[in-house]
Nanobody, 121 residues
Framework: QVQLVESGGGLAQPGGSLRLSCAAS????????MSWARQAPGKGIEWVSG????????AYADSVKGRFTISRDNAKNTVTLQMNSLKPEDTALYYC??????????????WGQGTQVTVSS
């Protein structure tokens, strides 16, 4: 079955960096777009970033553009979110998600359990 396992969350100071990783299994990873989404305390789900199946295109929410970078390694079945210049409002539970198609970054059919990111001084 499809499994998505996030790692790399933790506590960071404002202006700091964290690198999140997602290990995928149970499907042909290179056939599907992947995304990251997050849920902050008291807020709804926010889509953060997505990447096409072959890595040819990436997209970002305005709230993270210029600070976060998504990448993937299809040989290792992993997708990564490099987060720089972190802000307190980035505090959230971050989820790795599987797209329903090769370029579908906004519609997801599987989610990981999430990894907590806390940005505080």
């Amino acid at each position: 079955q499809v499994q998505l396992v996030e790692s790399g969350g933790g506590l960071a100071q404002p202006g700091g960096s964290l690198r999140l990783s997602c290990a995928a299994s149970g499907f042909t990873f290179s056939d599907y777009a992947m995304s990251w989404a997050r849920q902050a305390p008291g807020k709804g789900i926010e889509w953060v970033s997505g990447i096409f199946s072959d890595g040819s295109h990436t997209a970002y929410a305005d709230s993270v553009k210029g600070r976060f970078t998504i990448s993937r390694d299809n040989a290792k079945n992993t997708v990564t979110l490099q987060m720089n210049s972190l802000k307190p409002e980035d505090t959230a539970l971050y989820y790795c998600t599987k797209g329903v198609g090769d370029i579908t970054v906004y519609e997801h059919d599987f989610w990981g359990q999430g990894t907590q990111v806390t940005v505080s001084s």
